[in-house]
């Protein structure tokens, strides 16, 4: 077995915790957000860290070298997995965030999220299985009607059955509405759903003895997408949905995306026809954060791998004996910049998270609306930022190993290999950027971009450093208005991703801001606010170019005719 990464750390990851914008309001609204008291979060941190030492990090070897496999039609996961989900259900780990009523804890969802960096930390495969099944629970809560809420919720819950989301197509990836899946009424309260879908993580697995596909098709009845929940067993018996092939991927091998056939499989109408598009984002939302765990936890165990390596490694010193690696100036940059992205990666989650809460709990209905447009707004930069984080900071940390770190004898490069599809699932980058520009910053009110500048100028003014993050926001305002302005659509459209760069300039910033405004009275709050320090000195001249890129208008784009000489 390669060697693993170093031990998580969850005192860090609680102190975040405690720090991260939001969780003091949420322990006054709700009791049992307030039965998560720091002392509580800490134990439950601890307890998550030792089941991912136990069960999970022997699991991402096996899982990345033997992958998936399809056994008489059906998916067999790697050895390992069938007990490592047993011991997680049982110890009622599935449960963190969803409401009582509902079977869950009432826990805040960042301590959900806080638990799942763990879990991806070392395994993030298997940190795939309980993200949809929970954000299912969600959708299900939200909009199905009481016999399948009543039939599925508590299951979904506690992780006796699992879920999927199934959107994807060959034809309908990034442009959703070209899906061709179809969904006919059967007279008896049920539908029939005839397609092909593509790409569907744990579309199939031999974990749970029941998986309810939550499903988009087309409806003869409406121009939009309805909602379905397919589940791969009904009455007793195999569902008409054929595993067609698993994927063969770069990286993620123990998750099976799964190529399925629905062959006139029965399935049931999710709240309102017409609707389902507008209905999954409750679970899409909820993915998307799930997207900047995955990276924070692949992160967090490069850095950590990195860190502990350049310790040991001798190279290089004036003197007879070679010194650690770890002395030279250039290795302790990229070791402060890999922390620093971890850190406020790991902020960024966590506030995100508590603002979706607040903005279910908060009493006053304005404070709610605040926090719903806040969250809206972090969702794009902070599902990008995972993705983002976690590929620069496991090649910066096979840099760091040297030939080492690019060999299967160490961990980072299969953490370079799993991240890279976080740019791409949950929507990608590029349209992340379209989404921002377009839903937040043209067609919206602009309150989620006013809410975030008002919590960055506080905490920019906080602190002595805060200037660089004062003049970041104040190049994202401009740019924000100059293209909400724009005539143009090419030339919008062309800053779009430039605009997403600079709002997360905007926004690791104010995370950075706020961890250097910690007192530095503990080895962990050192660790912060050297990690906040860091980020904001270099991110004036990042957000001048970003500015300038998201404002380049068409002169970006004016080269690409001469790529096809033919045309
Ligand atoms: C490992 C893995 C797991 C997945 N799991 C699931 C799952 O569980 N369920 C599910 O439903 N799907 C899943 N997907 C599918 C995933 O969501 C899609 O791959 C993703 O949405 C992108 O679609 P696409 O691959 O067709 O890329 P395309 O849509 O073809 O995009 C290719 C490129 O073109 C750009 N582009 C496309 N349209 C535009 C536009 N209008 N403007 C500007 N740029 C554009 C994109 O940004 C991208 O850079 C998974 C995919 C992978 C690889």
Known sequence: MR?????????LVAAQYEAAPGIERLRELKESFAAGSPETVLAILDEAARFADDHLIALNDVGDAQGCRIVDGRVHTPPGHREAWAAFVEGGWPT????EAEGGQGLPTALAFAVQELLDRACPAFGMIPVPTRSAARLIAAFADEAIRVEWMPRLASGEWTASICISEVDAGSDVMRMRTRAEPTGDGRWAI?????????GDHDLAPRIGHCLLARTAGSEGLSL?????????QRNAIVVRRIEEKMGLHASPTCALGFEGATGWLIGEEGRGLQQMFVMITN???????????????????????AADRKQGGRGP????????????????DMTARVEILRGLVLATANQSDLAAHETDAEAR????????????IVKTTGGDFSFEVASSAIQVLGGAGYTREWPVEQGL???????????????????LLHRRVRRGDGRGLACFLAAGRMAASAIPEGAALGRTLDLLEEAATALKAEEDMVAADAGATALLRLAQLAATGWIAARLAALPEDTPVHRRLVAAGRHWLAGLAPRATLAHAEALAGRAIVAGFDALHAER
């Open 194 to 202: 005839t397609g092909e879908k593509q790409w569907i993580s744990f």
């Open 417 to 435: 290999r799993d991240a890279r599809v976080l740019t791409i699932f949950e929507g990608t980058t590029g349209i992340q950027g379209l989404d």
């Open 96 to 99: 963190l965030d969803l409401p």
């Open 228 to 236: 379905f929940l397919v589940p791969d067993h009904t009455d007793g």
């Open 321 to 336: 004996q070679p010194v650690p690696i770890d002395t030279h100036a250039d290795v302790q940059r990229m070791l402060l």
């Open 3 to 11: 060697a693993p990464p170093p031990p998580a750390d969850p005192a």
């Open 287 to 309: 993915m998307r954060l799930a997207t900047g765990a995955q990276g924070l936890g692949i992160a967090a165990a490069a850095a950590a791998t990195a860190l502990n390596y």
């Open 369 to 380: 609306a605040d926090a719903a447009a806040l969250a809206q707004w972090l969702l794009p």
